[in-house]
């Protein structure tokens, strides 16, 4: 009798796994972003999801929110593409959106609420270049400062130790009194982006701020947040209020070409590598990965296009010299 109870609850055990796998195969887009995926990434990265939220209401949810994930298709993908690109949104923002769409579908495979191929694997994302190449002049980065000083003198600082060092605005929110060397006139970062640890020397400005500035105790933030006391979120408003003031972006529509406080780290390389300052140089000062990140400024070392020039007018000589060799021997010949 008890082997007879048993294999009816096994059986009823297998149903109900069988209903359960049933519900979740059958689970739409919407539904599961809403009640599974959405929760799960909002405790985790507040930002990213709050971005992937707003891209999936506005473009994934009316395009095919009501559908099953497992009868979404790669057909469904290139309509969402189009729809985006005849609004005229940008390669990156249809880039991003489909990349959410594959974080979806790789969260629901592992949750077992989807297998079998994922579509956005099968669709060409945009291609685009995404990198800021706008730097400040010396009267642009002038007139920036002057506003923000009188705007937010914190704020100014903060901007004036990206212009002068190349922080990000990251480790500025993350520079401890303790990183601070008065005494050596160094800023030692550790743990930076990129993983590496780098050295940067302190100009006469920036010695003279922090001089000024209350100190506190070695592990106190030399920026801590107003409110919190805590690690910063983000840059002060402040920040794009004086750069509208100083008109930096009138007309300028290309966010490749509209100055964001990211705009004087690419300032200070910029102005570096116009003075000469080798590549490998401006690259352990930026603490980039590799070179290659480094080579956007290439472009900007003196006299490399005159240099190039003038190597072709060298080769063009040379050869116009040998023909004229050439053409003597054959009279001589003669």
Not at 86 to 103: F, M, N, V
Not at 158 to 180: K, P, Q
Not at 280 to 292: D, F, I, M, N, P
Not at 295 to 312: C, D, F, I, S, V
Request: proline share 3%; glycine share 4%; aromatic share 8%.
């Amino acid at each position: 009798m008890s082997d007879v109870r048993t294999k009816v609850e096994e059986e009823k055990q297998q149903e109900q796994a069988r209903q359960e796998q049933k519900e979740k195969d059958n689970i739409s887009l919407s539904t599961y972003f809403d009640e599974i995926y959405y929760p799960a990434i909002i405790q985790a990265k507040t930002k990213t999801a709050v971005t992937e939220e707003q891209l999936f209401r506005l473009w994934i949810k009316t395009t095919m929110g009501d559908k099953p994930l497992k009868e979404i298709s790669a057909f469904d993908l290139e309509r969402l593409k189009k729809e985006m690109t005849t609004a005229r949104k940008s390669p990156r923002t249809i880039e991003y959106t489909l990349t959410t769409l594959g974080q979806i579908f790789r969260h629901a495979e592992r949750l077992k609420y989807f297998h079998g191929d994922i579509p956005t694997t099968r669709v060409k994302k945009p291609k685009y270049d995404n990198k800021r190449v706008r730097f400040l002049s010396h009267a642009e980065a002038h007139a920036l400062l002057e506003i923000l000083q009188k705007k937010s003198p914190e704020t100014y600082e903060m901007a004036l130790l990206s212009l002068h060092c190349g922080l990000r605005a990251g480790e500025i929110f993350s520079l401890a009194w303790n990183d601070v060397d008065l005494d050596h006139g160094l800023i030692p970062l550790l743990d930076t982006k990129s993983s590496k640890t780098r050295t940067l020397s302190m100009t006469a400005d920036i010695q003279s701020f922090f001089v000024a500035k209350y100190q506190g105790e070695k592990q106190d933030l030399v920026f801590p947040d107003r409110k919190t006391g805590g690690t910063r979120k983000q840059i002060s408003k402040s920040f794009p209020r004086s750069v509208s003031e100083a008109g930096l972006n009138n007309g300028i529509e290309d966010r490749r070409q509209r100055v964001t406080f990211h705009t004087l780290r690419h300032t200070f390389a910029s102005w570096l590598v116009m003075e000469g300052i080798s590549l490998y140089e401006v690259k352990e000062l930026l603490g980039h990965a590799s070179l290659t990140m480094t080579e956007r400024y290439a472009h900007l070392a003196p006299g490399r296009n005159k240099k190039a020039a003038t190597t072709m007018e060298k080769v063009f000589n040379k050869k116009d010299e040998v023909e004229k060799i050439a053409r003597n021997n054959v009279v001589n010949m003669k």
